[in-house]
């Protein structure tokens, strides 16, 4: 005998296909990366992100006012940093007057409600391209949380509101926890990058921040040894568990589309706020994909943000959070 049930009844027209619908994506979900430079009257296209820009502060102004006028209220902040100052220590990140720290400061003072959430990882401060101090070899842990920790600081004192260690050494989260309270900044935030994988996928990323590992003898060609195996999933779990227990407001999973399994799973898990971070590498394969005319981008853009908000994101970071918005509108 026939179902009695058929499920094609509640697909038969847009009406009743929106009214059972259970994802929906708004400007709400959105965290805006932006990639700030020195100079002025700067607005240049990162080669391998199209239609994605590097702003000096000037222009940058311009953006935060465009980017809340559409809704988005959130930007996470990477700077690029000159290769003069960089050194193994990264000692430019701790520069009170550092392109970071004044970035944070222009967006606060063309719009203060914006909320202000900053990357926190040597890489760019590195000559090495880590994102830890290295001595023989090997990147030292423990020495470079009490860095991040100090840059923390910097970046609170700065206005931040939230702090985003992307950097994936042990202990950081309660090193930067612990450093926040001390200095009376109970109300500033981290975003505790938790499952990052060591990932193909940030490519353009590097590209956009001239960041990527050098290739010379007894530094590591890559970020294996801190950024997790993507063969792994259980200790997606555990990374995340210890973060929260360390002191985590918002734990992340990076990249997004290839690791919509583990979003889910610390979903199921876990009852604190999820943010997903859709990569420079998946923003560049739709771009390119699209300017070949493979495939329908806005329709392919739609239901990749819509996958990951499905699989449990509360946030979304993603360099297509303009064009989203601007197509709903
Ligand atoms: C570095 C950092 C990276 C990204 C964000 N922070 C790259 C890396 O780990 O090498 C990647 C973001 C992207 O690809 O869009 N701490």
């Not at 590992?213 to 990374?239: G, L, S």
């Amino acid at each position: 005998m026939f179902p009695i049930r058929r499920n094609r009844r509640l697909r038969t027209n847009e009406a009743i296909r929106s009214l059972v619908r259970e994802t929906y994506i708004s400007p709400n979900d959105f965290l805006v990366p932006l990639f700030v430079v020195e100079g002025s009257g700067i607005k240049e296209e990162i080669d391998s992100m199209p239609n994605y820009y590097r702003y000096s502060l000037d222009l940058l102004k311009d953006e935060i006012k465009l980017l809340w006028s559409l809704g988005l209220k959130s930007v996470l902040l990477f700077v690029k940093v000159p290769d003069t100052l960089k050194d193994n220590k990264g000692t430019e990140a701790l520069n009170p007057d550092g392109l970071m720290q004044r970035a944070i400061k222009t967006v606060k003072s063309v719009c203060p409600d914006m909320l202000v959430m900053t990357d926190v990882a040597l890489d760019p401060f590195s000559s090495y391209g880590h994102d830890g101090i290295i001595e023989n070899g090997k990147i030292i842990n423990d020495t470079t949380v009490e860095v991040l920790a100090e840059m923390s600081i910097s970046h609170a004192e700065a206005g931040a509101n939230f702090v985003a260690p992307s950097d994936m050494m042990d202990g950081r989260i309660l090193g930067i926890r612990e450093a926040l309270d001390q200095s009376n900044f109970l109300d500033v935030g981290i975003m505790s990058y938790s499952a990052k994988y060591a990932s193909a996928f940030y490519g353009p990323f590097r590209d956009a921040l001239d960041s990527a590992p050098v290739d010379v003898q007894d530094v590591p060609k890559d970020k294996k040894t801190y950024q997790m195996d993507f063969a792994n999933r259980e200790e997606a779990i555990r990374e995340t568990e210890m973060d929260i227990n360390e002191g985590a407001d918002i734990v992340m999973v990076k990249p997004g589309l290839s690791y919509l399994d583990i979003v889910r799973d610390i979903r199921n898990s876990f009852d604190v706020p999820i943010a997903v971070y859709q990569v420079s590498g998946e923003y560049a394969m739709l771009k390119a994909a699209a300017e070949k005319g493979w495939l329908d981008h806005d329709a392919v853009m739609l239901e990749q943000i819509t996958s990951i908000k499905r699989a449990g994101a509360d946030i979304i970071a993603s360099y297509f959070a303009k064009d989203v918005v601007k197509l709903m509108s």
